[in-house]
């Protein structure tokens, strides 16, 4: 299906857009108006930009009847928020605080929310939050006037606080103990935890010989996927001979050798399924020195 954003009703590129550019982490932005009035709210359009200096971006659209977002008006007038952080025990109420309230409600009464005093800005921070980020709005880029425009809030970070619960025994944020949630399209979200996470060694830690460099056995394989590839391209150098002689005494190997005796293209299946779960288990010497056993070395 082709989308032309130019064609296409706001609302209908909207959940185009919403349905496949995600899981989008969500930006709790608490606000105070000049007045002081408190104000809650939850946007998805927002990712963290930089370290050094620490800064995030968050982005209200202009909603349907263009009546601007009490979270911008306010960042507008004060150049202060909040961004807290949210995880699975509180997404109900995160959701409910999204609701359109009019202007001056209290959206921490209305979802039932603590509200703890900041450091160095005005508006205060959600308490049942696992993270919150003291802010300083640099610079507001208003993207249209139109509905479904963005207006980008950049915020440099002047303080966090991150709750103890949520730290690894390395002392940082471990992502089985955070529970984090992100948006979806509609009225979907998902949870990172359980098998919804996993690992992948980083490739800037070596120079992997790429995916181009494996043997053309390997790559076309019929077992192998494109994920497989990726990972067995993520090695900086093939096994030596005498690894790849040594692993033929396997067990597992071996075992391949003599169900497979007379049965060339079994054996080499079998070799790759084998290499397949090796990598689903981030074993991935063991993966190559698989791969790389043939019926001469054996």
């Not at 998902?190 to 010989?209: D, H, Q, S, V, Y």
């Not at 995916?211 to 790559?219: E, H, K, L, T």
């Not at 033929?248 to 075992?255: H, L, Y």
Request: glycine share 8%; with cysteine.
């Amino acid at each position: 299906m082709i989308i032309d954003p130019n064609l296409l009703p706001v609302p209908e590129l909207h959940a185009f857009l919403l349905g496949t550019i995600g899981p989008r982490p969500i930006a709790w932005a608490s606000t105070v108006d000049k007045e002081g009035n408190v104000n809650l709210a939850p946007y998805s359009f927002f990712n963290v930009f930089g370290t050094k200096p620490p800064t995030l971006i968050f982005s209200p659209a202009i909603p349907r009847g263009g009546r601007v977002k009490d979270t911008l008006q306010n960042v507008m007038e004060t150049e202060e928020v909040v961004i807290n952080i949210v995880d699975y025990k509180i997404v109900e109420q995160m959701s409910l605080s999204s609701t359109a309230y009019p202007k001056g409600t209290n959206e921490f009464i209305k979802a039932g929310l603590t509200e703890v005093p900041s450091e160095k800005v005005k508006p205060p921070r959600v308490g049942e939050a696992i993270a919150s980020y003291e802010c300083r709005v640099k610079q507001v880029v208003h993207l249209g006037e139109d509905q479904g425009a963005g207006n980008l809030i950049i915020c440099e970070i002047l303080l966090g606080h991150v709750k103890d619960e949520v730290l690894g025994e390395d002392g940082k944020p471990d992502p089985r103990k955070a529970d984090l949630v992100a948006r979806m399209g509609g009225d979907w979200y998902c949870r990172a935890n359980g098998e919804a996470l996993f690992e992948i060694p980083k490739p800037n830690r070596n120079l992997g010989i790429g995916v181009d460099q494996i043997p053309a056995a390997i790559r076309n394989s019929s077992v192998l996927t494109g994920n497989n590839l990726g990972r067995l391209g993520n090695i900086e150098k093939l096994p030596e001979n005498d690894a790849v002689e040594a692993f033929s005494s396997t067990d597992e190997i071996v075992a391949l050798c003599e169900r497979f005796l007379n049965d060339q293209t079994g054996f080499v299946n079998a070799l790759h399924n084998l290499a397949k779960n090796y990598l689903e288990n981030n074993q991935l010497e063991n993966a190559w020195l698989t791969l790389l056993q043939t019926p001469k070395n054996l």
